[in-house]
């Protein structure tokens, strides 16, 4: 079993950056592919993005190409999400969330296992 916390949320303007981050605790943390994923009010969990074990694999949501960057850094057991060019429409609850699938990088809501609380992003125009 992995606990996974997420941190680094909060209010921007359009344009700018933040940085998630997905502190894991349990479980040895290279045992899980990782995925992040948001939920803005009104509407269903979305895949944003996701990485492979080894952080080799990476895979994005159309919506955010070449605006975030997923890594992971398995000697500190955490994963992030750099956030660039933020736009009104990125707000909302940014999840982490980890997966048996490890040598693939998994779009899929179902197939995650194990997920953190929530962390809100609030990007104002």
């Known amino acids: 079993q992995v606990h996974l916390v997420e941190s680094g949320g909060g209010l921007v303007q359009a344009g700018g950056s933040l940085r998630l981050s997905c502190a894991a605790s349990?479980?040895?943390?290279?045992?899980?592919?990782m995925g992040w994923f948001r939920q803005a009010p009104g509407k269903e969990r979305e895949f944003v993005a996701a990485i492979s074990w080894s952080g080799g694999s990476t895979h994005y949501a159309d919506s955010v190409k070449n605006r975030f960057t997923i890594s992971r850094d398995n000697a500190k057991n955490t994963m992030y999400l750099q956030m660039d060019s933020l736009k009104p429409e990125d707000t909302a609850v940014y999840y982490c969330?980890?997966?048996?699938?490890?040598?693939?990088?998994?779009?899929?809501?179902?197939?995650?296992?194990?997920w953190g609380q929530g962390t809100q992003v609030t990007v104002s125009s």
């Open positions: 969330a980890a997966t048996d699938f490890i040598n693939a990088v998994v779009v899929q809501t179902s197939l995650y296992e194990h």
């Open positions: 349990g479980r040895t943390f290279s045992d899980y592919g």
